[in-house]
T-cell receptor, first 112, second 111 residues
Framework: DAGITQSPRYKITETGRQVTLMCHQT?????MFWYRQDLGHGLRLIYY???????DKGEVPDGYVVSRSKTENFPLTLESATRSQTSVYFC???????????FGPGTRLLVL | QQPVQSPQAVILREGEDAVINCSSS?????VHWYRQKHGEAPVFLMI???GGEQKGHEKISASFNEKKQQSSLYLTASQLSYSGTYFC???WGGGADGLTFGKGTHLIIQP
């Protein structure tokens, strides 16, 4: 019973490279979210998805792309990584629009 | 708009009580509370919906004052395991899905 997992857990990349962060949940939750966490800012919503093939922007979507072809997966792609995207990225899922959110373990990304 | 949490940090002795506040300038639909330990993911504590309800979870409870657009988290007889950063996440009635989090309150419990 894995719940919600993220991969990789740690990633170092260079400016300009494309990076994809993976998120997988086993609860069949309809809602999935991507947040980034930075010192001084707390958690900020990047993108979210209400169901397969339905995605929408959050507070800080610039420079990121998401897709959701299957309910259980919600990958986040940095099309051309920048140093300002160095952060800890958390994926979360929820059974409903207003429900409690359950977070994955996070991916620590360093962009050099 | 990001909710405002207070205090930013608090240090307590084991057994003491603490109150963490979360205020919004916009009308709230719900407030979620999470605790995060260093290097780990946030963990869900409870949700409060508008209507002024109060919820409890062991020695941790919370209230939601709809008039003031404020929620308070109460930690009673704190234990060492309560240490961590507490975040409130807010939803607005007409807003997009997903939560807007405060910057967090760092809670340190000393023996």
């Amino acid at each position: 019973d894995a719940g919600i997992t993220q991969s990789p857990r740690y990633k170092i990349t260079e400016t300009g490279r494309q990076v994809t962060l993976m998120c997988h949940q086993t609860w069949s939750h309809s809602y999935m979210f991507w947040y980034r966490q930075d010192l001084g800012h707390g958690l900020r919503l990047i993108y979210y998805s209400a169901a397969a093939d339905i995605t929408d922007k959050g507070e800080v979507p610039d420079g990121y792309v998401v897709s959701r072809s299957k309910t259980e997966n919600f990958p986040l792609t940095l099309e051309s990584a920048t140093r300002s995207q160095t952060s800890v990225y958390f994926c979360a899922s929820s059974g409903g629009r207003r429900g409690s959110q359950y977070f994955g373990p996070g991916t620590r990304l360093l962009v050099l | 708009q990001q909710p405002v949490q207070s205090p930013q940090a608090v240090i307590l002795r084991e057994g003491e009580d603490a109150v963490i506040n979360c205020s919004s300038s916009k009308a709230l639909y719900s407030v979620h509370w999470y605790r995060q330990k260093h290097g780990e993911a946030p963990v869900f504590l409870m949700i409060l919906l508008k209507g002024g309800e109060q919820k409890g979870h062991e020695k941790i409870s919370a209230s939601f004052n709809e008039k003031k657009q404020q929620s308070s988290l109460y930690l009673t007889a704190s234990q060492l395991s309560y240490s961590g950063t507490y975040f409130c996440g807010t939803e607005w009635g007409g807003g997009a899905d997903g939560l807007t989090f405060g910057k967090g309150t760092h809670l340190i419990i000393q023996p």
